[in-house]
């Protein structure tokens, strides 16, 4: 599996804060444990070579997120999800998106 763009991983990095505030690092594990990723996968350099790949998706998603005020950075390396997130949420899953007939 390659290594998802960080739009891609925008909702999983959302989701993983909403219980409260997380660490980015462990995010980082979490996410690639769920996604299944290889040690290549895991390990893989950005072209600078200081930072894997993975990682600094991860990264460009949780700034977008900061960005769209739907988390919060809290202290170094740790963040957590936005009230205005959170409401957004119970909307969209209150008001399906879908017709009636194709969410049966």
């Not at 409260?20 to 996410?31: A, F």
């Not at 290549?40 to 070579?49: D, F, I, P």
């Amino acid at each position: 599996m390659p290594i998802p763009d960080y739009q891609s991983l925008m909702l999983p990095v959302l989701e993983s804060s909403t219980k409260g505030e997380v660490r980015i690092g462990e995010v980082i594990d979490q996410l690639a444990n769920q996604l299944g990723l290889t040690p290549e996968e895991r390990t893989e350099l950005v072209s600078s070579g200081k930072q894997t790949v993975f990682s600094n998706r991860v990264h460009w998603a949780k700034t977008y997120l900061n960005k769209a005020q739907l988390v919060e950075i809290t202290r170094r390396g740790h963040f957590k999800t936005t009230t205005r997130a959170l409401f957004q949420q119970r909307y969209v899953n209150s008001h399906s998106l879908l017709p009636k007939s194709l969410s049966e």
